[in-house]
């Protein structure tokens, strides 16, 4: 009789953990995206070693050119069709954050918290709730050509916004016409408008203590804009004064990354990737890295690339589990070692890990007195950046508004009045 | 035959089941693909619509009443409308010279046609980029040229201006084989006995294009020409790849397009997109009944 | 005979002019596709030098040859085959029996219907894709070889131009035809489709080209690499900080060659199928 139910009950038993078993084999399978394509095999890798451990899950890659992910962002997060792990920089997360995404779970957001340098949570925290996971971040930083400050004469770079004017001046060549060959300094005046307006930002308003947008403080989470004031003034002043009175570069010269590369610019203000782009565009190059100069204020941004889940990924544990194996040591190591992408985990030896590019330590190494200045994550942002690029470059064209202190007053003025009207338009405007 | 019917050619009931047999599937897939999509923008551009929140509240012509007083849509279009005369005059002519010099039958007719049409295989993005290096100023090679022949080097990208200019030659240049191999199906179709009629008469070739080849031609002209507005009213990839990229490229050049464009993906603003989709749907239906107005008239 | 000599050497410097002119303008025409070509060859090195060389310095085979073993890459070139053959093969044939109805008949409402379809291509894509798009997913198109096909089986330039061609054939054909009991199809597959075999050839080598060249559709309706059409795998070429110009020249070489060798191979179907036809009253 006992032996009858005691066999019952361990079939019962056996059936269930059979069960059970079957649950948890069932195989899952993973899309993520990114908008980086050069680092396709990067992640293929690190899926492939994920896959390694946790047999039951696969990840598949997708990459896209940046600006078409955006576009299928846009298309597919509202209609539920997206990847379920989406590994975005935080201003294309703006929109969907707080309405499509979901929240870190709690043992990977305490995990995250005690390795994570704390600067670079910002764009991720909506009040308690940590909607994505930074896990990397690239800085606005200045470069220039160590064999061309040199041959200038000049001990090292320019510590602030006075210097940094004076060597460029020092550095620029120009031919027999006068056109430049080389910028003493390489700016940003084409392109993609937001991304001008971003350089402007950086550039011009950060060392003046400006701002692009300011919060109310009236009204917390309304805003106005944040150049319409001195700073303003000064910064879209040292574009004209730098283009047209001591005429460091011109329109028709090559800009950005590859002028530098190729000689053709002395400084550059840019992020960390130029260095990935430098080693094999210009592998012999002389170049050094430095903080941004100060004026009255030594500010600048930072970028963090983010891993988000939306809300409709079917399997969200999986997903997470995936971001959370991404996130360790050893997988972080590799990513600082293999493609020169900063970490934001402030537990890494990146003295021994970027040995071979040493320029990438100017974004780990602070200067005390840098503030970094971040984004306001307003969807309506991106627009407004858009908007505001296309205005000032049309304004830097302007030849006669250098030096002419009352029609820059004015074109500000302008320029601030447009930016109030977007943000009235959000419903998002207050003093 | 069919006497006092006009051009009815068959019997009408076999006539109707084959209409109908065509055209019920080819409509319904054009409503499906093409109309209700559309529709459904049309409608979109009387909403509050934001690709980020939905289709929100019915706000009337806010939309358009804000497109017509926003000086962004005033330069498109006018970029827009210069960018369409310009391509369309030069690669139509161009079309129909070389359409007309290969139908001489020279040596290598086949070889100049393969040549000429190539452009048209390539393929948009890779296109661009390949225009873009050579018309950077110091590395491009075209600058390279021009200062190897004595001439001063053009600042191909640096001006919106000139930033046009250069996507209308890319443009130009990418399709005058297009344009080439349609007017050749026409010059083609006529027939021998025409030209021979004209060289015993005597006439000069100039006298023979004008009065015999040209008039003949007129239904492919005027479907070229269509063809050619209606497809550079639409322009937008040239004008992204070079004019809106990442880095470098040319100054930026707004078309109907490419505003359409940045109001949808970058101020998420679908609903102002669509009233401008249907101001370019006007504009572009305006054009085309113009010009076949013009055509009728000739007659 | 000092007359004859003068028309005939006058012809002579007529054809000379000719060449150089079509010389010269094939060149210019055909440069960028050369630099393509060059720029394939050329290791990244060598791009990104201040100052550009014609040709390169060292065949760089090294591209062509990753590319050829990328089974990535292979697979985009089979999706973009598939895609564009079948949405060619549909849209063409729907274009000649629909241009054919739209030229040779009467019927009510036809004038408006015609407009109807001639008014669709007045819309650029990417102001209708949205909604297309939300209909895709309900339909479960999304990363489907019937959701990259499906918005090109109808092509209204494709009725348009077979309808301005199959006008000019002759009425006198087909009511012989007619008086001899043929029934509509073989009408048209027997008289329209043999004599507008130039128009149609054309019409699908044009077809081919757009859907081959097409990436905007792809990229929002595929979400996974293996659905990927080549235009769009070349996209991922461009990094957002790096390009790397060599592996993206390559990839658009090797994709031209289908295209080419379409336009090539038919190109005789265009000539030889007008002067076929006997056409002309």
Known sequence: MRRKSLARATTAILLAVACLAQVQAKPVKLTLWSGYPDLQGFYESVAKEFTAQ?????????????ADLDKKLGMSIPSKTSADILELISLYS????????????????KGCLDVVNKTYLHDVMYGEKMMGLPFCFYSEVLYYNKDMLAEAGLKGPPDTIEQLVDYATKMTKRDADGNVVRSGISLRFAGNPSGTCEKFWAFGLMPFGGDILAESAKKPGKFHNGFDNEAGRKALGLYLDLIYKHKVTDFNIKQDSDAFAQGKAAMLEREQWVVGTLKTAAPGLNYGASALPKGTARNTFAITRNMFVPKAAKDQAAAWKFVSFFYSKPIMERMVRETGWLSTRADLDYKALLKESPQLLAGIDNPPDLKFIWQKRLTIENGIMTKMGEEITKLLRDQGLQGNEAKIREEIHKLGAIVDDMLKDSDLYAE | MNSGRGKRLFADREEASFILAVLVPTMAAFLVIRLAPIAETFVGSFFNWSLVDGFGRFVGVRNYVRLFADKTFYSSFVNTINFTVFTTLFSVVLGLLFACLLN??????????????????????????VWMWLLDWESGFVNVALRALGLPRVSWLATPTMSMVSVIIVSVWKVIGYNMIIFSVGLKAIPREYYEASAIDGSSRWTVFRRVTLPLLKPITLFVTVMAVINNLKVFTQVYVMTMGKQGGGAQVDVLVSDIYTRSFVYYRMGSASAEAMVLLVVVLAMTALQFRLAREDE | MAVAISNRSRRAMGAALLQAFLVVSSVVIIFPFFWMISTSLKSNLEIFRPSPTLFPERLFTENYAKLLADSSFLRFYWNSIVVSVVGTALSTFSSMIA???????????????????????????????????SMSVGLKLIDTYTGLIFPIVISSFGIFFIRQNMQSIPDSLIEAAKIDGASIWRIFFTIMMPLSMSSGVALAIFQFMTAWGDF???LIVTNSQKMFVLELGLTRFRGEFVDDYGLMMTGSTLGIVPVLIVFLFFRRYIIEGVTLSGMKA
């Open chain 1, 54 to 66: 946790n047999p039951d899950i696969t990840v598949e890659v997708q990459t896209f050119a940046l």
């Open chain 1, 94 to 109: 703006f929109p969907w954050a707080t309405k499509y995404f979901s929240e870190v779970p709690a043992n990977l957001k």
């Open chain 2, 104 to 129: 001489r039958k020279p040596r290598f007719s086949t070889l100049y046609e393969t040549i000429i049409f190539v452009p048209v295989v390539l393929t948009f993005v890779p296109v661009c980029l």
């Open chain 3, 99 to 133: 241009g054919f109805v739209f030229a040779k008949f009467r019927f009510p409402a036809k004038n408006f219907l015609f407009f109807l379809v001639l008014a669709t291509l007045m819309v650029p894509f990417q102001c209708y894709m949205i909604p297309l798009y």
């Open chain 3, 216 to 218: 905007i559709w792809p």
